[in-house]
């Protein structure tokens, strides 16, 4: 038996398959990779709590795979993918030798990055079956960092994880047709984000955003955080992350400057939050 994440398989004859590639770099990416080989056989069956990409990396073979109630029995070819939203039910299982690369992503940034391209009630779309070649490549590119010990850096791991999210964003998801109850509208989060790029030298505090929204400070940020995919606090991190990692690409002020003008409390606290996020120094930044 494998467990990665909350994904939990094994070979048929109860074995863990053979690990090519796994994990990730000391980064918020929000994506994870696993690269598998199952002998004679695999067998799955869960509901997971994060996004699970399936790419079935071997020649033609029989699967039988379900899916939220549906169940299909085929022969995919190399490259066939496979989409499992957070809390669907879904199993598969095969009698062949099966070579698989699994993406696991996680809600909150893709949640976040559906939000950021106006598309706040965003639901991934399953799929038992396809094909998406641009997918297949970011997969790959992420599956030959991973196996060569992440030696080109956090930063182009975060850069392809990225791609492959927005990819996920423009060709995977659908938006209701009327919008979801206990969701902040379009309009009220781009007047919460225009505020607070208009304020990032100054303290922020929730209950400034709330009433931006109308709302009581303990229920708009319960709002956001499932409109958005993280907490008013983070999202105005957030924020002032990408502010600050713009002028250090600049390079026109020092770090203190930087760190003065995005509202961190110094340039340690700046430092700290660069190397949680993005896993770097703020030098490797620029």
Request: hydrophobic share 40%; with cysteine.
């Given at each position: 038996?494998?467990?990665?994440g ?8 109860g ?7 796994a ?5 918020e990416?929000?994506?994870s990779?696993?690269?598998?080989r ?8 869960m ?6 990409i399936?790419l ?21 070819s ?16 095969t009698?062949?030798t ?13 949640a976040l990055a559906?939000?950021?391209n ?5 639901q ?9 070649q ?29 791609g492959?999210?927005?990819h996920l ?12 109850r206990?969701?902040l ?29 109308g709302?009581s400070?303990?229920?708009f940020s ?5 409109s ?5 606090y ?8 990408q ?5 250090i ?6 770090l ?17 939050w660069?190397?949680?996020?993005h896993g770097?120094?703020?030098?490797e930044?620029?």
């Open positions: 038996m494998l467990k990665f909350d994904v939990r398989w094994a070979q048929k004859d074995g863990p398959p053979m690990i090519f590639s994990g990730r770099p000391p980064c990416s929000g994506v990779v696993l690269r598998t199952f002998e004679q056989g695999a067998y799955f069956s509901t997971p709590q994060q996004h699970l399936f079935q990396m071997s020649p033609r073979l029989r699967i039988e795979c379900r899916m939220g109630g549906q169940t299909l029995r085929h022969e995919p190399t490259g066939s993918l496979a989409i499992c939203p957070a809390g669907l039910d879904c199993s598969a299982e009698n062949s099966i070579d698989t690369l699994l993406i696991v992503i996680k809600p909150d940034h893709l559906a939000a950021e106006s598309a706040l009630d965003a991934l779309n399953e799929r038992m079956t396809g094909y998406d641009r997918l297949l490549d970011l997969a790959r590119l992420l599956a030959a960092e991973s196996a060569n010990g992440y030696r080109n850096g956090p930063l182009l791991w975060n850069e392809i994880a990225n492959l999210i927005s964003v423009f060709g995977h998801i659908s938006t209701p047709d009327t919008p979801l206990g969701r509208g379009r309009h009220v989060l781009q007047k919460i984000r225009d505020y607070i790029l208009a304020n990032l030298a100054e303290p922020i505090e929730v209950g400034d955003l709330a009433a931006l929204a709302r400070a303990f229920h319960r709002v956001f955080a499932r958005v995919g993280m907490t008013p983070r999202y105005v991190v957030h924020l002032r992350l502010a600050a990692r713009r002028q690409s600049d390079g026109r002020m020092s203190a400057e930087i760190a003065a003008d995005t509202g961190f409390a110094d340039q340690s606290h700046l430092s700290r660069i190397r949680r996020v770097v120094a703020p030098s930044l620029s």
